[in-house]
């Protein structure tokens, strides 16, 4: 069965009163604690109806993360800083010229179906390359967006996005991580979400050279097809020291 038709992703992650969603795009790279920092206090405040929804695009230095799954023998060589991410999954890498979208939705106007949740973020990325002629999907048993790459053998795959979550009160954060101009060779210090047998790839690596805005332009249009409509955000917002 499709997955976008097993949970009417396209009619079951739009809010009903169409509220729309922040979007703010960091300029700057931000240090990994001072994000999950201010994700937790926008968590607590839409859970408390004091904030919108809200999408975060922003860059990090490089680092390893670390999720709920996580086994100790995948961190092969801790070359960057390692953090426990409090989301599922295993180890994953973030770093520049990776596009990272923390995304801060609240499911009670969301259908409250978590599956049905990733669901719709792995079609986000996945129709945002679409518009960049970039054949993607998803994979039985893999979270994530994958990448066929016969020209690596038979059965080869790469993997384009990560996709993590976490779901507190019904409100999600983390988010995703999609490879635009990242330097692959950073993963080689961790087992990428516990997968030996494939490998990881770029926009760049695809033979697409583009910057994050063009990527950003287009990861906003696919949202919104999804999720809704979105807003700039009208102010800038305080990062903790």
């Known amino acids: 069965m499709n997955n976008d038709k097993a949970c009417q992703i396209r009619s079951k992650l739009l809010r009903e009163d169409r509220q729309p969603v922040e979007w703010r795009?960091?300029?700057?790279?931000?240090d990994y604690e001072?994000?999950?920092?201010?994700?937790?206090?926008?968590?607590?405040?839409?859970?408390?109806?004091?904030?919108?929804?809200?999408?975060?695009?922003?860059?990090?230095?490089?680092?390893?993360?670390?999720?709920?799954?996580?086994?100790?023998?995948?961190?092969?060589?801790?070359?960057?800083?390692?953090?426990?991410?409090?989301?599922?999954?295993?180890?994953?890498y973030h770093g520049p010229g990776q596009r990272v979208a923390y995304v801060m939705l609240d499911l009670t106007q969301r259908g409250r179906d978590i599956r049905c949740l990733v669901q719709g973020l792995e079609q986000w990325v996945i129709d945002t390359l679409a518009a960049h002629n970039i054949t993607a999907g998803r994979r039985e048993g893999r979270v994530g967006v994958w990448v066929a790459r016969p020209e690596k053998g038979i059965g080869r795959e790469d993997k384009i996005a990560a996709i993590g979550v976490r779901v507190r009160k019904w409100v999600t954060f983390h988010g995703i991580a999609l490879n635009v101009t990242?330097?692959?060779?950073?993963?080689?210090?961790?087992?990428?979400?516990?997968?030996?047998?494939?490998?990881?790839?770029?926009?760049?690596?695809?033979?697409?050279?583009?910057?994050?805005?063009?990527?950003?332009?287009?990861?906003?249009?696919?949202?919104?097809?999804?999720f809704g409509p979105t807003e700039r955000a009208r102010a800038p917002l305080a990062i903790p020291a």
């Not at 795009?25 to 931000?30: A, K, M, S």
């Not at 695009?57 to 993360?65: C, K, N, R, S, V």
């Open 34 to 92: 001072q994000a999950l920092a201010m994700m937790d206090e926008r968590v607590a405040a839409i859970s408390a109806g004091t904030a919108s929804e809200a999408v975060w695009l922003l860059e990090h230095p490089p680092l390893y993360t670390s999720g709920t799954s996580a086994r100790p023998e995948d961190l092969l060589n801790a070359r960057f800083p390692v953090y426990p991410a409090g989301r599922g999954g295993q180890f994953t």
């Open 182 to 226: 990242t330097d692959l060779s950073h993963y080689d210090g961790i087992v990428p979400c516990g997968i030996t047998d494939q490998g990881v790839t770029s926009f760049e690596d695809l033979g697409l050279l583009l910057t994050l805005p063009e990527v950003d332009s287009v990861l906003r249009r696919r949202f919104e097809a999804i």
């Open 25 to 30: 795009i960091f300029d700057e790279p931000l």
